[in-house]
């Protein structure tokens, strides 16, 4: 929106920026210079609202037919009262500016000033170059910036101005907002001094290191990367000419040839510093060959026409650069397969081949036709066949994909697949037993994150991963106690003995509702499938002591969930330092603050309590009556807590209420008074709640805890409709620091009272818990946070429960909702060209593909289509290991092409080169760890990447 509200930003302080101490400079004179101004405010331009071309920015790109308006440009409230072209007043998106001035002389010119004032968000080129780029185009969603002359200014180097007409092009995002302005000001500097390049990597700024090819990588026959190593002028590299292919021995290549098209890429590569956002970047130029490389010969390069962004060509020991090509030799992320292997008695295997080519798209596929499974230790083809078309162009990867069926092999080796005209997968196994080596690391990665053990964590159960003995006075109560709803006369500073649990993954706080999810999957996997697990099978300190490892690791973090439960039943919400901490635990010199009750957390503690109850009363009673003892305690707790309540302010009109809900809200739900009764009726249409399931920001209004008895008549709702998690809104950090991930619940807490509800009745079967845990129940398992929304879980017990008592009908429609939900994602699955519903969403894709296999195990257990939901589980488990857009195993410690930087501030902090083993990878997302940081820059007319290629190994 328009606003006189100051707001500055200096739009090369880029997220990516190193350490000052290592940014180049290029140095200019220091002579006093008189400022002019190339570009006054209130200029006229010429504009677009469609982008004709993907040269729009360039110098040479014909914007005659463009109209022509004069800045402040724009529509909607502004203080200027701007002058508005008509056809701007139909902007909403993006609009598109081009300026053409004249400068006489650059060589007086010591440095420039650009200055911008937008609603929302800009990003500028200078002669087809980029030079400035606002945040907001890291994240367009819900965004709308404020107009202020100037919110942004970025000094730009002056080479980059040529004697004669420039252009400055500049475009104005305005997704998310109701109005637009636009304005800029260019101007020379007054003064001599250091002038950064923008754009480029600021360990390569300075302008007198020539660039240089770091290598070249062939994609396939017809398409080569040449990757540089530092930022290059990019208009000029993929013009005709700039690249020139040659060969000795390949007669099609035997004069020079130039290639029939070229992108680019920008990609990050490592970080030597994630929490700062310090990046290593590699620059690619893509060339697609008019003819196809063949096997054993020999290329040059020969890049004459590239330049870096100040105008320096290549060093002498770049040009020409060589490559000798052998598909039969070539890996690359182009052949996707699961990279720790596929069961054997697996009802299909795949094999995947796409490729994307930055700014050129989609990878051409024409002429792959073969493929063939190769034993990798006897070079011997064991099967062949034609690849098939999964999908042209897909939206999400960017690729055109296709699939080759392996499924008829099932001998146990060692094997990869070869794609003549493309080159070999990474070598993968196929076993029976392979899916036993992922097991054993995932569920070591726990072992490995234990806060305060007595001895540390380490050898002879890890090697080389180890720390100390850490965070031995966990915690402290907060000064924030006094304000919960729940204080009991704790007092601020106190000590409770919080020590053991498992740290989070980026910081080494505790969290209860975190830990609930993890304890339910642990759980309810040795539940499903106790015959998989055994005593002594993950070397773990307790391993030998007639328990399964799986229990003594659950255990561990059961003994510390008790602590967290307070004498009055309820649970604290979590302990944590106040800021985050970026050492290895031993070394965390903070202390650990205890933070608020919530109802929400402690009904999930009393549902984890109630699964442990009964899945540990085999091997430890005494333990198993002190679980069932937590759980009830849990229970009486929330039970005290009752209110009904909406989160949006109700408006009374004569005899009936209407609700009025923000757009975030479920639609269609309205309040109706009854006629006589002060009492409230719920109806949601839409989806089928039979109550509402969001509650979201706003006022709270409550009712009477005492509704008349005509208010369930209907049968819509019943008492238990409509319960807030307490606090209101949830849980809320301290305003004072950081204090961790809040994970608030602002959705309500019902589920997780029909998830205790329904574990206290399946471990005890008292029928009073099953009429509770039927009274929340949910007819949709849907929700994308593991921490607030629970409904699957209780709808699991209720699934599961066996007593005599037990509502068969109930039951019945409960196992329906997961054969259901499984035959959705079975059919969103077919679909994609990775035969895996991934779900693109802000926490990332991959880490759900687990997710997703144990929705379809979840329908297999309750269907007869027993082939198709299990072969799509482990088809799931296929994408994440490496069969998906980026080949990438998205979990440590497995595959070829590894994670290295996984969120893990263990891993970051101890000196050993690959992480800690067995982390789940997020993955892709839409606002990816680093990619609106760099490539929304560089593709601002696509914005940027397809969503599945969003994610960069550099710290999540």
């Given at each position: 929106?328009?606003?006189?509200?100051?707001?500055?930003?200096?739009?090369?302080?880029?997220?990516?920026?190193?350490?000052?101490?290592?940014?180049?400079?290029?140095?200019?004179?220091?002579?006093?210079?008189?400022?002019?101004?190339?570009?006054?405010?209130?200029?006229?331009?010429?504009?677009?609202?469609?982008?004709?071309?993907?040269?729009?920015?360039?110098?040479?790109?014909?914007?005659?037919?463009?109209?022509?308006?004069?800045?402040?440009?724009?529509?909607?409230?502004?203080?200027?009262?701007?002058?508005?072209?008509?056809?701007?007043?139909?902007?909403?998106?993006?609009?598109?500016?081009?300026?053409?001035?004249?400068?006489?002389?650059?060589?007086?010119?010591?440095?420039?000033?650009?200055?911008?004032?937008?609603?929302?968000?800009?990003?500028?080129?200078?002669?087809?170059?980029?030079?400035?780029?606002?945040?907001?185009?890291?994240?367009?969603?819900?965004?709308?910036?404020?107009?202020?002359?100037?919110?942004?200014?970025?000094?730009?180097?002056?080479?980059?101005?040529?004697?004669?007409?420039?252009?400055?092009?500049?475009?104005?995002?305005?997704?998310?907002?109701?109005?637009?302005?636009?304005?800029?000001?260019?101007?020379?500097?007054?003064?001599?001094?250091?002038?950064?390049?923008?754009?480029?990597?600021?360990?390569?700024?300075?302008?007198?290191?020539?660039?240089?090819?770091?290598?070249?990588?062939?994609?396939?026959?017809?398409?080569?990367?040449?990757?540089?190593?530092?930022?290059?002028?990019?208009?000029?590299?993929?013009?005709?000419?700039?690249?020139?292919?040659?060969?000795?021995?390949?007669?099609?290549?035997?004069?020079?040839?130039?290639?029939?098209?070229?992108?680019?890429?920008?990609?990050?590569?490592?970080?030597a510093d994630p929490w700062t956002s310090t990046l290593v970047i590699e620059y690619d130029v893509i060339a697609v060959l008019p003819f196809?490389?063949?096997?054993?010969?020999?290329?040059?390069?020969?890049?004459?026409?590239?330049?870096?962004?100040?105008?320096?060509?290549?060093?002498?020991?770049?040009?020409?650069?060589?490559?000798?090509?052998?598909?039969?030799?070539?890996?690359?992320?182009?052949?996707?397969?699961?990279?720790?292997?596929?069961?054997?008695?697996?009802?299909?295997?795949?094999?995947?081949?796409?490729?994307?080519?930055?700014?050129?798209?989609?990878?051409?596929?024409?002429?792959?036709?073969?493929?063939?499974?190769?034993?990798?230790?006897?070079?011997?083809?064991?099967?062949?066949?034609?690849?098939?078309?999964?999908?042209?162009?897909?939206?999400?990867?960017?690729?055109?994909?296709?699939?080759?069926?392996?499924?008829?092999?099932?001998?146990?080796?060692?094997?990869?697949?070869?794609?003549?005209?493309?080159?070999?997968?990474?070598?993968?196994?196929?076993?029976?037993?392979?899916?036993?080596?992922?097991?054993?690391?995932?569920?070591?990665?726990?072992?490995?994150?234990?806060?305060?053990?007595?001895?540390?964590?380490?050898?002879?159960?890890?090697?080389?991963?180890?720390?100390?003995?850490?965070?031995?006075?966990?915690?402290?109560?907060?000064?924030?106690?006094?304000?919960?709803?729940?204080?009991?006369?704790?007092?601020?500073?106190?000590?409770?003995?919080?020590?053991?649990?498992?740290?989070?993954?980026?910081?080494?706080?505790?969290?209860?509702?975190?830990?609930?999810?993890?304890?339910?999957?642990?759980?309810?996997?040795?539940?499903?499938?106790?015959?998989?697990?055994?005593?002594?099978?993950?070397?773990?300190?307790?391993?030998?002591?007639?328990?399964?490892?799986?229990?003594?690791?659950?255990?561990?973090?059961?003994?510390?969930?008790?602590?967290?439960?307070?004498?009055?039943?309820?649970?604290?919400?979590?302990?944590?330092?106040?800021?985050?901490?970026?050492?290895?635990?031993?070394?965390?010199?903070?202390?650990?603050?205890?933070?608020?009750?919530?109802?929400?957390?402690?009904?999930?503690?009393?549902?984890?309590?109630?699964?442990?109850?009964?899945?540990?009363?085999?091997?430890?009673?005494?333990?198993?009556?002190?679980?069932?003892?937590?759980?009830?305690?849990?229970?009486?707790?929330?039970?005290?807590?009752?209110?009904?309540?909406?989160?949006?302010?109700?408006?009374?009109?004569?005899?009936?209420?209407?609700?009025?809900?923000?757009?975030?809200?479920?639609?269609?739900?309205?309040?109706?008074?009854?006629?006589?009764?002060?009492?409230?009726?719920?109806?949601?249409?839409?989806?089928?709640?039979?109550?509402?399931?969001?509650?979201?920001?706003?006022?709270?209004?409550?009712?009477?805890?005492?509704?008349?008895?005509?208010?369930?008549?209907?049968?819509?709702?019943?008492?238990?409709?409509?319960?807030?998690?307490?606090?209101?809104?949830?849980?809320?950090?301290?305003?004072?620091?950081?204090?961790?991930?809040?994970?608030?619940?602002?959705?309500?807490?019902q589920d997780e009272r029909a998830w205790c509800a329904a574990e206290l009745y399946r471990t005890t079967g008292d029928d009073a818990y099953?009429?509770?845990?039927?009274?929340?129940?949910?007819?949709?398992?849907?929700?994308?946070?593991?921490?607030?929304?629970?409904?699957?879980?209780?709808?699991?017990?209720?699934?599961?429960?066996?007593?005599?008592?037990?509502?068969?009908?109930?039951?019945?429609?409960?196992?329906?909702?997961?054969?259901?939900?499984?035959?959705?994602?079975?059919?969103?699955?077919?679909?994609?060209?990775?035969?895996?519903?991934?779900?693109?969403?802000?926490?990332?894709?991959?880490?759900?593909?687990?997710?997703?296999?144990?929705?379809?195990?979840?329908?297999?257990?309750?269907?007869?289509?027993?082939?198709?939901?299990?072969?799509?589980?482990?088809?799931?488990?296929?994408?994440?290991?490496?069969?998906?857009?980026?080949?990438?195993?998205?979990?440590?410690?497995?595959?070829?092409?590894?994670?290295?930087?996984?969120?893990?501030?263990?891993?970051?902090?101890?000196?050993?080169?690959?992480?800690?083993?067995?982390?789940?990878?997020?993955?892709?997302?839409?606002?990816?760890?680093?990619?609106?940081?760099?490539?929304?820059?560089?593709?601002?007319?696509?914005?940027?990447?397809?969503?599945?290629?969003?994610?960069?190994?550099?710290?999540?």
């Open positions: 929106m328009f606003t006189p509200f100051p707001r500055v930003f200096h739009g090369l302080r880029q997220p990516f920026r190193r350490a000052a101490a290592f940014a180049s400079i290029i140095l200019v004179s220091s002579l006093p210079l008189r400022a002019a101004v190339l570009i006054p405010a209130h200029s006229e331009w010429r504009y677009s609202l469609l982008r004709s071309s993907t040269n729009w920015a360039g110098i040479d790109f014909d914007d005659s037919s463009w109209e022509a308006c004069t800045t402040l440009a724009g529509y909607g409230s502004s203080p200027d009262d701007p002058t508005l072209p008509a056809t701007l007043i139909q902007c909403y998106g993006r609009c598109y500016f081009r300026k053409a001035f004249h400068v006489a002389d650059t060589s007086s010119i010591a440095g420039l000033t650009l200055k911008i004032a937008s609603d929302n968000a800009a990003i500028a080129y200078l002669n087809g170059v980029f030079v400035h780029n606002d945040s907001m185009w890291k994240d367009r969603y819900g965004h709308d910036w404020d107009y202020d002359p100037w919110n942004a200014e970025t000094n730009i180097n002056p080479r980059i101005l040529r004697p004669g007409t420039n252009v400055l092009a500049v475009a104005v995002d305005n997704f998310g907002g109701s109005d637009m302005g636009f304005d800029a000001q260019l101007e020379t500097a007054g003064h001599g001094s250091g002038i950064e390049i923008p754009g480029a990597d600021p360990l390569r700024k300075s302008d007198t290191a020539r660039p240089r090819i770091v290598r070249i990588t062939p994609e396939r026959d017809t398409v080569v990367r040449i990757t540089f190593n530092e930022e290059l002028n990019f208009q000029r590299a993929v013009k005709p000419g700039a690249i020139i292919v040659s060969s000795t021995n390949d007669p099609a290549f035997a004069t020079n040839v130039t290639p029939v098209r070229a992108g680019i890429e920008v990609r990050p590569i490592s970080a196809p490389m063949v096997n054993g010969s020999t290329y040059l390069f020969s890049c004459t026409g590239v330049t870096d962004i100040v105008g320096w060509g290549l060093a002498p020991s770049s040009v020409p650069a060589a490559v000798s090509y052998d598909d039969t030799a070539m890996r690359n992320r182009n052949i996707k397969v699961n990279q720790l292997g596929y069961r054997a008695d697996a009802p299909l295997k795949y094999a995947y081949l796409g490729g994307y080519l930055g700014s050129l798209g989609a990878m051409p596929v024409e002429g792959i036709s073969s493929w063939h499974l190769v034993n990798a230790d006897t070079r011997a083809t064991v099967l062949s066949g034609a690849w098939a078309l999964r999908a042209t162009n897909d939206s999400d990867s960017g690729e055109t994909v296709l699939s080759a069926d392996i499924s008829a092999w099932a001998t146990p080796g060692r094997y990869y697949v070869h794609a003549p005209g493309a080159g070999c997968s990474p070598v993968f196994e196929i076993r029976q037993t392979v899916h036993n080596d992922l097991l054993a690391l995932a569920a070591r990665s726990f072992y490995l994150s234990r806060c305060g053990t007595a001895g540390g964590v380490g050898p002879p159960y890890s090697s080389p991963w180890h720390y100390g003995v850490c965070h031995a006075n966990d915690g402290f109560h907060h000064r924030s106690v006094t304000n919960s709803p729940f204080w009991r006369g704790e007092q601020p500073g106190a000590y409770r003995n919080l020590r053991g649990g498992w740290h989070d993954a980026a910081d080494y706080g505790k969290y209860v509702i975190s830990a609930m999810d993890a304890l339910w999957s642990l759980l309810s996997a040795y539940e499903s499938h106790p015959q998989n697990f055994v005593d002594g099978q993950f070397n773990i300190p307790e391993s030998a002591n007639g328990i399964p490892d799986i229990l003594d690791e659950i255990r561990w973090e059961l003994d510390w969930l008790l602590k967290m439960q307070d004498a009055d039943g309820g649970a604290y919400h979590k302990v944590c330092t106040k800021d985050w901490c970026e050492t290895l635990p031993e070394d965390d010199p903070q202390d650990k603050y205890i933070l608020g009750k919530t109802t929400y957390c402690t009904a999930a503690l009393g549902a984890g309590m109630a699964m442990a109850a009964r899945v540990f009363a085999p091997y430890d009673p005494a333990a198993s009556a002190r679980f069932l003892d937590a759980a009830t305690a849990a229970w009486a707790f929330v039970e005290r807590t009752r209110r009904v309540v909406t989160n949006e302010w109700a408006r009374a009109s004569n005899s009936s209420f209407q609700l009025q809900f923000s757009t975030r809200s479920i639609h269609g739900v309205w309040l109706a008074a009854d006629t006589g009764h002060t009492g409230v009726n719920y109806f949601v249409a839409s989806r089928g709640y039979v109550r509402p399931r969001g509650f979201y920001d706003g006022a709270i209004v409550a009712f009477s805890n005492a509704l008349p008895s005509s208010a369930y008549s209907t049968g819509l709702i019943t008492q238990y409709d409509a319960f807030p998690s307490l606090p209101a809104g949830g849980f809320f950090n301290p305003p004072d620091g950081k204090y961790g991930g809040e994970y608030g619940d602002k959705y309500g807490d099953q009429q509770a845990a039927l009274a929340f129940a949910s007819r949709d398992l849907s929700g994308w946070s593991p921490y607030a929304h629970n409904t699957e879980k209780g709808t699991w017990a209720l699934a599961n429960a066996a007593w005599p008592n037990v509502n068969v009908a109930a039951r019945a429609q409960c196992r329906g909702q997961f054969v259901t939900r499984a035959s959705n994602v079975l059919a969103a699955a077919k679909a994609k060209p990775y035969r895996a519903e991934y779900r693109i969403q802000f926490y990332g894709t991959a880490g759900n593909e687990a997710i997703i296999a144990r929705q379809l195990m979840n329908g297999y257990l309750f269907s007869s289509n027993t082939t198709e939901f299990l072969s799509y589980a482990l088809l799931a488990i296929d994408a994440q290991l490496g069969a998906n857009a980026l080949a990438y195993p998205y979990l440590t410690g497995v595959g070829t092409y590894r994670i290295m930087r996984p969120v893990s501030n263990i891993s970051e902090h101890d000196g050993i080169e690959d992480p800690v083993p067995g982390l789940v990878i997020n993955g892709p997302a839409p606002a990816c760890n680093y990619y609106y940081r760099l490539d929304a820059a560089r593709y601002p007319d696509t914005f940027g990447y397809p969503l599945a290629r969003r994610y960069f190994d550099v710290g999540e």
